[in-house]
């Protein structure tokens, strides 16, 4: 359905006199987080987090589908994976790198 989409994209824009490689390479982009989103999402979820300082894809931890960030705040950091139509999975770690799994 997707490719579906570029290509009839492609047409349209050719159809208009624009060339169809702009369509494609905007639909390529990578899709990014911004930290203060990641930040709303566990905020939501009961997870405390004042100020957010950085957020940091982790591709060690993401799998298809979900993608894995270092989300840094004051005084806390989280590694939250970020799934499709779901609520996200949220582990704080400490400073020693443990994780718990509890707002």
């Known amino acids: ?3 579906t989409r ?6 349209i824009a ?3 006199g ?3 490689t702009a369509t494609v390479a905007v639909a390529a982009a990578p899709k990014e987080v911004s930290k203060d ?4 999402q566990i905020r939501k979820q009961g997870f405390a987090c004042e100020n957010p300082e950085s957020a ?13 960030w270092i989300l840094t705040c004051k005084g806390v ?3 939250v994976m970020l799934v499709p139509n779901q609520a996200a999975k949220v582990e704080r770690i400490d ?5 718990t799994d509890q707002p």
């Open 37 to 40: 989103i990641i930040a709303v």
């Open 56 to 68: 940091t894809r982790d591709p060690e931890a993401a799998k298809p589908d979900e993608a894995a």
């Open 1 to 3: 359905m997707r490719i």
């Open 6 to 11: 570029i290509a009839m994209a492609g047409v």
């Open 77 to 79: 950091t989280y590694k």
């Open 18 to 20: 624009l060339p169809a």
């Open 95 to 99: 400073s020693d790198r443990k994780s």
């Open 14 to 16: 050719g159809g208009i």
